[in-house]
Every structure is written in C-alpha cells, then in structure tokens.
C-alpha cells in the first residue's frame, strides 16, 4: 500500500524567511496531494493540493510542487509570519474521493 | 465552505465501556472516512464509510472493535467499543466536497476521547 515520508519533523525559521517540507510517496498511483495545516487543538485543515496533471501551483504565499517521477512533493511558504506556526501534514491518494495515506507531519514554528 | 459537525466535541469514558461519535454533513456526500489521531501524531484512516453498504476498514482496525453506520448520505456514526486507554485520541470525520469548484476533503473538528 501507499507509505508517505514528511522530512523535517520540526523546522524553525524567522519571521519573513522561506519554510519548505518535503514529502515523498511509494504508490506511482496516486493523483491527488492535499497539504493540511493543524493548529493545536483544531481540525486540520486544507490549505492547497495539487494534482497530477500539474507541476505547481501557487495561492499567495503558499505553493506546492509536485515530482511525478521521483514521486516526491514540497509545500513551500514564503514571507513566513508567526500565524503560520503550525503542524502540517501532506497526504496522497488516488483521487480526492478516495482514502488519505498522511505524512507523519511537521511542527513549523516562526520566530517573530 | 462545508459544514461538518461531531458530536460530542470531547468526552471521558471509563475503561470497558463504549462511545459513539455521530458525523453530520449539510450536504449529501458519497464518500465519508474516518481517521484516528493519537496524541501528537498525525492521522491514520479507520475505515471508509458508503451509504447502503458495509464499511471497508483499514489493516489493523476491525469492525468488532470500531463499528460504523451509514444510514444516509448526510450521517454516519463510528462507535469505539471495549474501551481502553490505548483508544485515547481524538476521532475525525472526512468528506469529499467541491466547495471551490473541484473535490476536495475536508475535516469535521473532532472527537477528543479520553480513557481512563
């Protein structure tokens, strides 16, 4: 079945600098990769995914890359602010209406 | 966006007995999934929840143990049975919806559940 490796599990960066994570997946099946954002003690919630169809995709200052053939995905935030401190977790799937197999997440913490 | 509710938000069950959380959509979905996550660790899928059939669980979980119902397209119910500490972590619900014009999934808040 589909395993998801997230790299770094925690990552400290200054207000204003880049944060990237990265995640990579074993099923070549999988079409749909969601990046979910969980601040403590709430659901995680949606913050961008990408499909296969597409190498990138951008909403202000978040983006995601995708790496079909090396089966590997990054979420990168620019302009990083305190409010994105959080947990993230990325996932992969066969499509949207399918089963999320979820990374093991990463704790971003920004430092004012 | 989608609404998603749980009920209960949060609850303290004794050792042996059960819960069952109750997953509410304002719209009909197909598809309705539930994860588990343990305290600080991320999310890890129960069983996928179809209207009209049995639930397909996931390796490791069992329907003894985590029975699910599915009686319409707008509800489903996951009950944890026997319980136990180990079963201490909060219960999510999951939907496919196409709130910004294509599907995606999202999340209802969650089931904090503590075993004591």
């Known amino acids: 079945g589909e395993n998801v490796e997230q790299h770094p599990s925690t990552l400290s960066v200054q207000e204003g600098d880049s944060a990237v994570i990265k995640c990579t997946y074993s099923?070549?099946?999988?079409?749909?990769f969601p990046w979910y954002k969980q601040e403590l003690g709430k659901r995680p919630q949606l913050i961008i995914d990408i499909r296969s169809n597409v190498g990138e995709k951008k909403d202000q200052r978040i983006a995601v890359t995708l790496n079909k053939t090396a089966k590997h995905f990054s979420l990168h935030i620019t302009e990083t602010q305190p409010e994105d401190s959080a947990v993230y977790f990325c996932a992969a799937s066969k499509d949207s209406s399918y089963k999320l197999i979820f990374g093991s997440g990463t704790r971003l913490l920004v430092r004012p | 966006s989608a609404v998603i509710s749980q009920k209960p938000s949060r609850d303290i069950c004794q050792r042996g007995t059960s819960l069952t959380i109750q997953c509410q959509v304002d719209s009909q979905v197909t598809m309705m999934f539930w994860y588990r996550q343990q305290p600080g660790q991320s999310l890890t899928l129960i069983a996928t929840a179809n209207q009209g059939s049995e639930a397909t669980y996931e390796s490791g979980f069992v329907i003894d143990k985590f029975p699910i119902s599915r009686p319409n397209l707008t509800f489903s119910t996951l009950t944890v049975s026997n319980l136990s500490p180990e079963d201490s972590s909060i219960y999510l619900c999951s939907v496919e919806r196409r709130d910004r014009g294509y599907n995606e999934q999202y999340f209802g808040p969650g089931t904090r559940l503590t075993v004591t």
């Open positions: 099923d070549s099946a999988s079409n749909y």
